[in-house]
């Protein structure tokens, strides 16, 4: 008797609920009245699982080989918010219960809580490596899917680790499932997007429509590395990427955030062959005088605190002193609006970021492409969006304005 429980006793984890009754009930037998009791229960726990059961092992990213009982109802996504969009682009995402990094303090709408309104009803479980553990487990999902981001994090990914480390504990009642973005390899790149994207469709057995969206974006992408390869260095303009900060308290009375190459994994200069102007490792504020020793040929803003909005820098007082600013007298000032700087408001729009700083930085190149045409064709291929959606979901995204300026 002592060998069944030492080699069977953990896979009664995998019955769920019941079997970890059973399991419970097993450690105290004492007579063959309670190994009876223990038996019938078991065969109940076998009868109560679903018909159509299956076990499949799928390979993370962590190299981890991870059995998941299908079919998978019950998702918990951790993280960031690109896997609840990823999830609804693969006709999934009714499946999440509850999510981590999906919903913004800074904003009432996200990409990921547009495609998949419930989630700003279900149980939000904490951004990043902060998942609310306990809360997670009480949900009883099947699988958690959890995105790894290096972006911007300095010990980041030691706290992922970390946190993986808890989740396997839980391996026997749920399995976690681990994705990379591309901020955790060096140098970043898109092919990491793609695998993530290649793992979900196989987790819930979409794979066909993973291929599909995988070669939609790469084919935006390309447009991209067929205009830029032949870009000299000398030719690349220097653009600084910042968000507003102008009266923001964290800003530390800076005016500007600046962002590195790389930064969340949405800029890939090896593709866009731009030159940042922004030289530092990570994240830094920037004063006034500060902007205009760099002098940038153009600026790109992206979601911070302080706003997103071009106007804003020739309205606001806080901006006042960069008037002289050769972007701002050329009036060469764009914004990415939502999509970059806070993951849990990307999806899988990179390759319409990228579009935005190509055709910003090399409009001649890029005359005969209409990047807001371009993100509604994106938005239907990818989500299945109505007209009235997608112009909708600009609006909220802070990008209608590139339709209105036929940008």
Not at 50 to 72: F, G, H, S
Not at 186 to 198: A, D, F, K
Request: proline share 4%; net charge negative; with cysteine.
């Amino acid at each position: 008797m002592s060998n069944w429980q030492g080699s069977d006793k953990g896979m009664l984890g995998r019955f769920g609920g019941w079997g970890a009754y059973v399991q419970i009930l097993w450690g105290g037998i004492r007579s063959p009245s309670s190994l009876a009791t223990v038996a019938c229960l078991l065969l109940l726990s076998f009868a109560v699982m679903p018909a159509n059961a299956e076990y499949y092992e799928i390979v993370d990213m962590m190299d981890r080989t991870v059995t998941v009982e299908r079919p998978i109802d019950k998702v918990v996504t951790a993280g960031y918010g690109f896997i609840p969009c990823a999830m609804a682009a693969l006709g999934v995402g009714d499946r999440i219960v509850g999510t981590g990094g999906a919903i913004s303090a800074l904003t009432t709408e996200t990409t990921a809580t547009y495609l998949i309104p419930q989630i700003k009803e279900l149980p939000d479980l904490g951004r990043g490596y902060n998942l609310n553990l306990e809360s997670a487990a009480a949900l009883n999902p099947d699988v958690i899917i959890l995105e790894r981001d290096g972006a911007g994090q300095g010990t980041g990914l030691t706290e992922y680790d970390k946190l993986i480390e808890k989740l396997e504990l839980f391996e026997d009642s749920f399995p976690t499932v681990v994705l990379n973005n591309p901020a955790c390899y060096s140098p970043p790149g898109v092919s990491s997007i793609y695998q993530e994207i290649r793992i979900l469709g196989e987790l819930f057995d979409k794979q066909d429509r993973a291929t599909d969206i995988i070669d939609y974006l790469e084919s935006e992408v390309q447009l991209i590395r067929d205009r830029t390869a032949e870009i000299d260095d000398e030719k690349k303009p220097k653009v600084l990427f910042m968000g507003l900060m102008g009266g923001v308290a964290s800003g530390q009375g800076a005016v500007a955030l600046a962002l590195p190459d790389y930064d969340c994994g949405t800029l890939f200069p090896d593709i866009t062959k731009i030159t940042n102007a922004y030289t530092g490792e990570s994240r830094g504020y920037l004063s006034t005088e500060q902007i205009l020793a760099i002098d940038p040929d153009l600026i790109i803003l992206v979601r911070s605190p302080g706003g997103y909005e071009v106007r804003q820098l020739f309205e606001e007082e806080y901006y006042s002193g960069l008037s002289e600013l050769r972007a701002i007298k050329e009036r060469r000032i764009y914004s990415t609006g939502q999509f970059q700087l806070h993951r849990n408001l990307a999806g899988l729009e990179y390759p319409i970021e990228m579009l935005i700083a190509v055709k910003a930085a090399y409009p001649a190149r890029f005359e005969d492409v209409k990047v807001g045409e371009s993100l509604t064709e994106h938005y239907r291929a990818l989500y299945g969006l109505s007209d009235e959606d997608i112009h909708e979901l600009k609006a909220i995204m802070g990008l209608s304005w590139m339709d209105e300026a036929g940008f």
